[in-house]
T-cell receptor, first 114, second 113 residues
Framework: DPKIIQKPKYLVAVTGSEKILICEQYLGHNAMYWYRQSAKKPLEFMFSYSYQKLMDNQTASSRFQPQSSKKNHLDLQITALKPDDSATYFC?????????????FGSGTRLTVL | GDSVTQTEGQVALSEEDFLTIHCNYSASGYPALFWYVQYPGEGPQFLFRASRDKEKGSSRGFEATYNKETTSFHLQKASVQESDSAVYYCALGDRGTGSKLSFGKGAKLTVSP
């Protein structure tokens, strides 16, 4: 059974719209992350959270907003979508945040913006 | 900043061939090094890691040795199988940057029967 669940697996959106990508992990981990993968940049770090607190943000745009309602939940809201946002977005988790922890990834949400 | 360089973008082998995928890193501190494998339609899967000089990581027949002198962590496997076809990523985690991993560009391995 998958331990990190991402929904939906595929998502098509129109330019200017807003979407939410869902992520839940059942590994009992305390830290969660978002990464983006596209043809231009293979695996790019976006955000990290620890105990629902934002620890690191490497995303330049405020259009990307993580939302954590529970410790094992980290959704990603993307507003004013652009075609350049088309990518696969991966959620990941680790036991704790801090010292070069091993990350475990979900299967991703492939977003296409038309 | 910290970075990982993978020189092979594509690797084509036949079954039972020996595999080497090169990984070199650049970091100011003493990073942890990782190998991940990604199959089509899936997320990256953790293979193994090494955290100190001369430490060997291994899993499923794959192995790599942390070499601080040459700043390398090359992935090797003695005899590849068709089922090993996937994209392999080397990654670096620096203790100074929390738990952010920096990934290389990946090497796509294709193994022919």
């Amino acid at each position: 059974d998958p331990k990190i669940i991402q929904k939906p697996k595929y998502l098509v959106a129109v330019t200017g719209s807003e979407k939410i990508l869902i992520c839940e992990q059942y590994l009992g981990h305390n830290a969660m992350y978002w990464y983006r993968q596209s043809a231009k940049k293979p695996l790019e770090f976006m955000f990290s959270y620890s105990y629902q607190k934002l620890m690191d943000n490497q995303t330049a745009s405020s259009r990307f907003q993580p939302q954590s309602s529970k410790k094992n939940h980290l959704d990603l809201q993307i507003t004013a979508l652009k075609p350049d946002d088309s990518a696969t977005y991966f959620c990941a988790s680790s036991q704790d945040w801090g010292c070069a922890e091993t990350l475990y990834f979900g299967s991703g949400t492939r977003l296409t913006v038309l | 900043g910290d970075s990982v360089t993978q020189t092979e973008g594509q690797v084509a082998l036949s079954e039972e061939d020996f595999l080497t995928i090169h990984c070199n890193y650049s970091a100011s501190g003493y990073p942890a090094l990782f190998w991940y494998v990604q199959y089509p339609g899936e997320g990256p899967q953790f293979l193994f890691r090494a955290s100190r000089d001369k430490e060997k990581g291994s899993s499923r027949g794959f192995e790599a040795t942390y070499n601080k002198e040459t700043t390398s962590f090359h992935l090797q496997k003695a005899s590849v199988q068709e089922s090993d076809s996937a994209v392999y990523y080397c990654a670096l985690g620096d203790r100074g940057t929390g738990s952010k991993l920096s990934f290389g560009k990946g090497a796509k391995l294709t193994v022919s029967p």
